[in-house]
């Protein structure tokens, strides 16, 4: 089993910048697929980015393409989401997700959350105008 922690969450303004990390504890990290979903106070949750297990694969949020950009480091356990050019509109709290699973060019896997075995706990992140 794999516990994911959040990090790097905060208070920033409009057209800031701000990079999330999410470290995974166990072995296999790099079988997993790993996703970054959000949701905002009174909606519901909403994909955000997702990348395969090598890293060879990502797909993004119309919301957000062109501005965040997920990674990972698996020597290091961890996924990033650099988020640039943040808009009010980000706020929300972020989750990180993983998937034991390879899902190769499946884009509809990808971005389904109830597909992710394993969530973390949330960083929150606030955008102010």
Known sequence: QVQLVESGGGLVQAGGSLRLSCAASG???SSYTMGWFRQAPGK???FVAAISRTGGIT????????????SRDNAKNTVYLQMNSLKPEDTALYYCA?????????AVAYVAED?????GQ?????VSS
Do not use: L
Not at 98 to 106: D, S
Not at 122 to 126: A, D, N, R, S
């Open 27 to 29: 072995r296999t990290f």
């Open 44 to 46: 519901e949750r909403e």
């Open 59 to 70: 797909y993004y949020a119309d919301s957000v393409k062109g501005r965040f950009t997920i």
């Open 98 to 106: 993983a998937e034991r699973m390879g899902w190769g060019t499946n």
């Open 115 to 119: 597909e992710y075995d394993y969530w």
């Open 122 to 126: 949330g960083t929150q992140v606030t």
